[in-house]
Each structure stands twice: as C-alpha cells, then as structure tokens.
C-alpha cells in the first residue's frame, strides 16, 4: 500500500469515527441486537429493519474506538438496501480482509478497515459490529414470544 493511499485510508476512518452515518434509533425494527468487545470496551446496539430477506434500513448507537465506530458507520452504509445474503457475503469478504489481509471487490470502502490486520487487538473492534449484524439476523424480535 502507498503512504498516499494509507493516509486517505486513515482520513476515511477518522472521518467515519467521529461524524458516524446511520447513527440513532430506529423505532420501526425487527431486530436488535447489542455488541460488546470487553478489551476495549466498544458498545454496539445495532437496530435493522428487515422485510422480505432485505435490510431496508440499518441504524446503530453505542460507543467506542474510532475504529468500532467506524467500522458500524461503513458497515452500516454498505449493507442499507441489500439482502441478508448479501450481508452474508461482506461478513465473509470482510473477515478474510481483517485476517489474512484478502482483497475483495465487493467491499468498497470497508477496504480502508484492512489496516486494522496488522494490530490483532484492533481485529476486534473492527469486526465487533459484523459480529452483532450476524447475531441480529439469526435473532428475530418476533420469534420471542411463547406464543402465537
Ligand atoms: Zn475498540
């Protein structure tokens, strides 16, 4: 990686960490979920509305490291309007890129995170809000309920 590309990468991040996208409460969801990384002590409260197998909407609160941040606000923006498959897809590509340091075309932006490979401690702020994405999608707010 060039410095210039390195730089414009930590911009994006430090961009993302401090004016986060997608960032509040979503009254209308069907799925929470919260996320919680203890060695840095990143809070992530994801909120999704999903119909029909489509995230058609995705908000987030919480706090944390400007990667944690960062990483749910690209999340958040890359996966608005596409399927659970597709979700499915960035969580792979996504964890191959902050673990082996595979590039992937469908990431787009998330390419900036693949920095976070060489600092293992920060892997886990990183992928905390993928982690909290997969848990709230196999997790349906619906489904607690004793009842029909
Ligand atoms: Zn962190």
């Not at 960490?17 to 990384?37: E, S």
């Not at 029909?52 to 908000?59: A, D, H, P, S, T």
């Not at 886990?124 to 619906?142: E, G, I, R, Y």
């Amino acid at each position: 990686m060039t410095a210039d590309l390195r730089e414009l990468y930590q911009e994006i991040i430090i961009d993302h960490g401090r004016h986060p996208r997608h960032k509040g409460f979503l009254p209308d969801a069907n799925h929470h979920k919260v996320g919680f990384n203890p060695l840095c002590g990143d809070k992530i409260f994801l909120h999704i509305l999903e119909k029909e197998g489509v995230i058609e909407k995705i908000r987030f609160e919480g706090s944390g490291c400007a990667i944690s941040i960062a990483s749910a606000s690209l999340m958040s923006e890359a996966l608005q309007g596409k399927t659970i498959n597709d979700a499915k897809e960035f969580f792979h590509a996504f964890h191959q890129l902050v673990t082996e340091g595979k590039q992937s075309e469908i990431l787009g932006k998330l390419a900036v995170l693949g920095g976070v490979r060489e600092f293992p401690a920060r892997v886990k702020c990183a992928t905390l809000s993928w982690h909290t994405l997969q848990a709230a999608l196999t997790q349906d707010v619906k489904l607690v309920t004793t009842e029909e």
